[in-house]
């Protein structure tokens, strides 16, 4: 019999199975999931929501303060809003039209749109940074299709949206075109931009407020939303009393639809200037578990 090595075995043990966290609540919109709860080990309750998770990022520049952080996205997000429903409200003045001429009132709302199209970039992206990472990828791919989130859909649709804005506000510049042409390149994309922005409004309340309805006045989000889906109806009252007919190409009430891009902008200036202190609010503790989705 082999003698006794005097050395001792290790004892092996195994490693003790991580404590998972146990399931909570879940909110829904139609097939958008909206907020997840899960209860941690220790009694605490995490929630994942959707806007909240959006806004604040882990890992993103948060730097500067409420009212000034070049370095933010989300402080570009809302500057770049801001100058934007300015432009428009401006435009929309009918002091300013007599002022400047016809041709320079487009120009400025055509510049406008340039700066909703950078704010709706921006907003995008944020969208996209937001969402689950693919397995295997070394970055972020530029665009995605992940019509499973919510807050991709209320993006992706108003950014499409201010590009048809871009469109008509852009040959609204033009001196040489006819009645059918202003009707067809002036008059329906910026019908088809107002029915975009009320759609992503519409997408972006039910997110902020997890239903069809809600009363939370002390979320910035809530105030945010309502000022942008209120603006949106404006801008769609605008769009309806500036039809263009497409023979005499009469406007059908200028004043009404100046009126409804005043109200409209003045709307999506205040939501704008709220995203600022949004960006800074202090965040959730997320959950354990992120909402899975299209990647």
Same mark, same amino acid.
């Given at each position: 019999m082999?003698e006794?090595?005097?050395?001792?075995?290790?004892v092996?043990?195994?490693?003790?199975?991580?404590?998972?966290?146990?399931?909570g609540?879940e909110?829904?919109?139609?097939p958008f999931?909206?907020?997840?709860?899960r209860?941690r080990p220790?009694?605490?309750v995490?929630?994942w929501?959707?806007?909240?998770?959006?806004?604040h990022?882990?890992?993103a520049l948060?730097?500067?303060?409420?009212w000034?952080?070049p370095?933010?996205?989300?402080?570009?997000?809302a500057v770049?809003?801001?100058?934007?429903?300015l432009?428009?409200?401006?435009?929309?003045?009918?002091?300013y039209?007599s002022?400047?001429?016809a041709?320079?009132?487009a120009?400025?709302?055509?510049?406008?749109s340039?700066?909703?199209?950078?704010?709706?970039?921006?907003t995008?992206r944020?969208a996209?940074?937001?969402?689950?990472?693919p397995?295997?990828?070394?970055?972020?791919r530029?665009f995605v299709?992940?019509?499973?989130?919510?807050?991709?859909?209320?993006? +992706?649709?108003? =950014? /499409?949206?201010t590009?048809?804005?871009?469109?008509? #506000? *852009?040959?609204a510049v !033009?001196?040489?075109l006819t009645?059918?042409?202003?009707?067809?390149?002036v008059w329906?994309?910026?019908?088809?931009?107002?029915?975009?922005?009320?759609? +992503?409004?519409? =997408? /972006?309340?039910?997110?902020?407020?997890?239903?069809? #309805? *809600?009363?939370r006045? !002390?979320?910035?989000?809530?105030?945010i939303t309502?000022?942008?889906?209120?603006?949106?109806?404006?801008?769609?009252?605008?769009?309806?009393?500036?039809?263009?007919?497409?023979?005499t190409?009469?406007?059908?009430?200028?004043e009404?639809?100046?009126l409804?891009?005043f109200?409209?902008?003045?709307c999506f200036f205040?939501?704008?200037?709220?995203l600022?202190?949004?960006?800074?609010?202090?965040a959730?503790?997320?959950?354990?578990?992120?909402?899975?989705?299209d990647?």
């Open positions: 082999a006794p090595s005097g050395k001792t075995e290790p092996r043990r195994e490693a003790p199975m991580p404590v998972q966290d146990r399931g609540r909110g829904r919109v139609g999931v909206i907020f997840v709860e209860v220790n009694g605490v995490a929630r929501d959707s806007r909240d998770h959006r806004k990022l882990p890992g948060t730097a500067g303060s409420t000034w952080a370095k933010a996205r989300g402080w570009w997000i770049l809003f801001a100058v934007g429903s432009l428009f409200a401006l435009g929309a003045v009918p002091g039209a002022a400047v001429g041709r320079w009132d120009v400025t709302f055509f510049i406008g340039l700066f909703f199209t950078a704010a709706g970039f921006l995008y944020e996209v940074d937001a969402g689950p990472q397995q295997g990828a070394a970055r972020r530029f299709f992940q019509p499973r989130r919510i807050d991709w859909q209320a993006t +992706a649709v108003q =950014l /499409a949206g590009l048809f804005f871009n469109i008509s #506000t *852009g040959n !033009r001196v040489d009645a059918q042409a202003a009707h067809q390149h329906r994309p910026d019908a088809v931009g107002s029915v975009c922005f009320l759609v +992503a409004s519409a =997408l /972006a309340w039910f997110e902020a407020c997890h239903g069809w #309805t *809600g009363w006045p !002390r979320s910035w989000s809530w105030w309502l000022a942008n889906l209120i603006g949106s109806v404006a801008f769609g009252v605008s769009a309806v009393a500036g039809y263009i007919n497409p023979s190409g009469q406007v059908h009430n200028a009404r639809s100046n409804g891009t109200i409209g902008a003045l205040a939501g704008a200037l709220l600022l202190p949004e960006r800074t609010e202090e959730s503790e997320p959950a354990t578990t992120p909402v899975a989705s990647t």
